[in-house]
């Protein structure tokens, strides 16, 4: 079993930067993609951001130069920076951590969320 802790949400005004953070915890796996994915009201969740073990990177079309995303595998921990925050950014941040288990299988978990908004 996966636990997921998601922190570094909170209220910015455009233009400003938030750290989230999400640390993966338990045993038995290995952790094989780490990604970042938001969900505005009204809307579908869409991938923001996601890191694969060997450290490729991809981003969505709306938050490239903007946000970054990093991992410190030690920690086990997945981190978004989010620079030069628009309005249309506020959404529900949710981090969603793929493993691989001991009987090879790969699982999905998801964080509780943290709410993200910027005021204009």
């Known amino acids: 079993q996966v636990q997921l802790v998601e922190s570094g949400g909170g209220l910015v005004q455009a233009g400003g930067s938030l750290r989230l953070s999400c640390a993966a915890s338990g045993s038995g796996f290995s952790i094989n993609a780490m990604g970042w994915y938001r969900q505005a009201p009204g809307k579908q969740r869409e991938l923001v951001a996601r890191i694969i073990s060997g450290g490729s990177t991809n981003y969505a079309d709306s938050v490239k130069g903007r946000f970054t995303i990093s991992r410190d595998n030690a920690k086990n921990t997945v981190y978004l920076q989010m620079n030069s925050l628009k309005p249309e950014d506020t959404a529900v941040y949710y981090c969603?951590?793929?493993?691989?288990?001991?009987?090879?299988?790969?699982?999905?978990?998801w964080g509780q969320g943290t709410q993200v908004t910027v005021s204009s």
């Open positions: 969603r951590v793929t493993v691989r288990t001991t009987d090879w299988a790969l699982r999905d978990y």
